[in-house]
């Protein structure tokens, strides 16, 4: 898939999309990364199952994620190397917007 | 190097793996295949026992966990790849699931389909048509074939080419059910149940939800769903959240992960344009668990069915413009009006409508309450 076209698509990333795909930089089942979202936002996010499989499924047709069943054939997500490249991109992105949020922080406050 | 022709191969994929293992057990091991010529290319090596997957998906890509555990690609061509593994069968920890292939499948079981309804409908047409010439010895003229080796080139091609879509219809239906990731919800239940129907329940999955919420808290647990009937069985009153979800396409994930988060399936099936499932989850205090934490997901599907369901409205159309001309036709050769051809259309019309209608309703629903929850208070 066109690398290209994929950052114009998904850049920049919602919360939702965005902590999926970060809590898979190990694969995950679709469960595991409900929790893990939840763990990473402090339950600031708690995100519904259907919302979750909805934004995979997506990612999965635009080639971001690749599926594949452990032992006891539940679905596994894992992150390609598309999809390594977008959530680097992402977090640059995010970077760049933090550094100057703390910077500029201190003239906003009395 | 050997080559095989195996020109339906990619009918019953599973039988088509369990032939290459063979092939391989015998130390012919596939090199290539050549999609256009049907061709299968094996080089010769020593026997050993490989595990075959062949898939098809929009963007390939052999997860790394699965290289890992000893799967490498063997060929790769468009969206079809075929990926082995030598391990011994009981070293084999993960496994390619199968979404893409059975996508496929349905889509082209969906086609077979419809090219059978057109072959029984000319099938019968002319059926008729033979039996009144044939009973009403009504003088008939035979024209002779233009070319005579025409007429046998012809029909063998007919029933060639027919001969193929049958098969491939069955073939495939066998095949994705082989491949099938489609859990079994109906469990037999021991005891009595109580039997409520709900005529196109589908339509208005919003008020389903409420009805079976409203009656688990009352004590009627729902046990079997079908079509019509929902049979429940005696308890204790309850609070549980149901969701009657529709999904253009379901694969293991669906299942799985809502079953993780604790949600229960009872009733699985496809009911045009997709699949709709029913959820529930019993909860305590006084906030109820969603399948989706964002309202747009419940609209997106609502607005994709009304869509989906619009489409009802051309046949409708079409049937309503023609109906000046059909009944100033009847009306000029002296027919009734009242005839089965007009009754028909009519039924027709009026199913096609309501469809159309009971989408329009939900949609609109659920809008109401989108747009109330997003500009929740202030």
């Not at chain 2, 074939?145 to 046998?152: A, D, E, R, V």
């Amino acid at each position: 898939m066109n690398i290209e076209k994929i950052l114009k698509s998904y850049l920049p990333m919602t919360e939702t999309a965005f902590y999926i795909l970060l809590s898979l930089s190990e694969p995950r089942h679709g469960y595991g990364i409900v929790k893990h979202v939840d763990e990473l936002t402090n339950s600031r996010i708690s995100l519904g199952s259907g919302t979750v499989y909805g934004t995979l499924t997506k990612m999965q047709r635009d080639g971001i994620i690749t599926v594949y069943a452990d032992e006891r054939r539940k679905t596994i997500y894992e992150i390609t190397p598309v999809g390594k490249a977008l959530i680097l991109a992402e977090i640059e992105r995010i970077k760049e917007l933090s550094q100057n949020a703390q910077i500029n922080e201190v003239k906003f406050r009395d | 190097m050997i080559k095989v022709f195996r020109p339906l191969w990619s009918l019953d994929v599973k039988k088509t793996e369990g032939w290459l293992s063979q092939m391989a057990a015998k130390g012919m091991h596939l090199k290539t295949i050549n999609h256009r010529t049907r061709y299968f290319v094996f080089t010769e090596g020593s026997p050993k026992d490989v595990t075959y997957c062949i898939g098809y998906d929009r963007h390939p890509s052999l997860p790394r966990a699965l290289q890992d555990n000893g799967w490498s690609q063997v060929h790769g061509q468009g969206k079809w790849y075929v990926w082995a593994n030598d391990l011994p069968k009981d070293e084999i920890k993960t496994f390619p699931l199968r979404g893409g292939l059975i996508k496929r499948n349905n889509w082209l079981i969906a086609l077979c389909s419809g090219l059978l309804i057109y072959l029984v409908t000319m099938l019968l047409m002319f059926s008729i048509i033979w039996g009144w010439v044939v009973f009403s010895q009504v003088p008939v003229t035979v024209e002779g074939s233009p070319l005579w080796i025409l007429t046998p080139i012809l029909y063998a091609g007919a029933f060639g080419f027919w001969g193929i879509v049958i098969y491939s219809f069955f073939t495939l239906l066998t095949a994705n059910k082989k491949l099938g990731e489609v859990p079994d919800s109906n469990k037999t239940h021991k005891g009595k149940l109580v039997f409520k129907s709900k005529f196109l329940w589908w339509y208005a999955p919003d008020r389903l939800e409420t009805w079976l919420e409203g009656l688990d808290a009352q004590g009627f647990k729902l046990e079997k769903v079908g079509r019509i009937s929902f049979g429940f069985a005696n308890g204790s009153p309850r609070k549980v959240k149901y969701v009657v979800d529709y999904q253009s396409s379901v694969d293991q994930g669906y299942y799985d992960i809502h079953k993780e988060n604790g949600w229960t399936l009872h009733h699985s099936s496809k009911y045009f344009p997709g699949y709709w499932s029913i959820w529930s989850q019993e909860f305590q205090g006084q906030v109820a668990p969603e399948l989706y934490s964002q309202g747009s997901d419940a609209l997106d599907h609502a607005r994709r069915l009304l869509l989906m369901n619009s489409l009802l409205l051309i046949p409708v159309a079409f049937f309503l413009l023609t109906m000046p001309s059909r009944i100033s036709s009847q009306l000029a050769r002296g027919v009734s009006l009242v005839n089965v051809s007009n009754v028909i259309l009519i039924v027709l019309i009026l199913e096609f409508g309501t469809f159309f209608a009971m989408s329009l309703g939900y949609y609109l629903r659920t809008k109401k309450r989108f747009n109330h929850t997003s500009n929740g208070p202030a």
